[in-house]
């Protein structure tokens, strides 16, 4: 039973057209586009096939990345008259050995000199372009970025969530393993304590800001004595804990990040 070459010779494709490759995984449809973007390029048939008019579509920056390899792969075995690669353009090509040859080895100098028109790109790049060409016509600037970012998106389900971080909810207690896990990490990967200051001095300005702006007074109660009392006690504790230590006959860890609580509470 005779076979039916996927690619059709050169001189056979009229244009326009459309060829649908469908078949499973593995089964050689990047090996065929591959070839057919080698033939558009080499052959002398096809209408205005000069690289920056040859344009092949992929849905990942590895897959472009790999046809572009194997495209110029293609064509360096061309010039070097591989055998095989050379037995199957010749069959698709309507070129003689040697044209062949020496127009491959002009294709890699041609891409390597041009490389932007090398037309290998993936959908998302391909359709950027096409906005940014039309951007004035869709009323933005031409100029944009796009950037990926997701920090935006992750502030405002943070948001959501803290508005439901009420006692005995699972929102709440969910948080207080978010701050064991911090705690933790920073005692496993550093020698200091996570530090919250930050965080609630940018939200104690907020509530003055706002208290401000009603004409109000914000009522700042004096807890010095309560404050005081409490650091002696972390420091009586602390102390006590020490002695337990150093009669224990055990071996400080040197990881730990004990010594600096340690040092805080002795400075004050």
Request: proline residues 3%; without cysteine.
């Amino acid at each position: 039973m005779a076979t039916v070459p996927i690619l059709e010779k050169d001189t056979n494709l009229h244009f326009p057209h459309f060829t649908l490759l469908k078949a499973s995984a593995g089964s050689g449809k990047t090996y065929a586009l591959t070839e057919r973007f080698v033939q558009f390029l080499l052959s002398g048939k096809i209408p205005r096939n000069d690289l920056r008019n040859i344009l092949a579509i992929t849905f990942s920056n590895n897959a472009s990345k790999e046809m572009k390899e194997r495209v110029l792969e293609w064509l360096k075995l061309i010039h070097f008259d591989n055998p095989e690669r050379m037995g199957e353009l010749l069959q698709i090509v309507s070129l003689d050995r040697e044209t062949m040859r020496e127009r491959a080895g002009n294709l890699v100098e041609e891409i390597l000199a041009h490389y932007s028109d090398f037309q290998v790109r993936t959908i998302d790049s391909f359709m950027t372009t096409v906005f940014k060409a039309s951007a004035i016509d869709f009323g933005y600037n031409p100029d944009f970025e796009i950037l990926m970012n997701s920090d935006p998106l992750t502030e405002y389900a943070f948001g959501l969530f803290l508005k439901n971080v009420k006692d005995g909810t699972g929102e709440a207690a969910l948080l207080d393993d978010i701050v064991r896990i911090i705690l933790e990490h920073k005692r496993e990967e550093a020698s200091y304590l996570w530090d919250p200051s930050a965080a609630l001095l940018v939200e104690i300005k907020k509530i003055y800001k706002k208290l401000a702006s009603l004409g109000e007074k914000a009522r700042i109660e004096d807890h010095t004595t309560g404050t005081q009392e409490i650091r002696k006690k972390i420091r009586d504790r602390l102390e006590r804990l020490e002695g337990l230590i150093a009669t224990s006959g055990l071996e400080r860890s040197g990881t730990s990040s004990y010594p600096d609580i340690v040092s805080h509470v002795r400075e004050g």
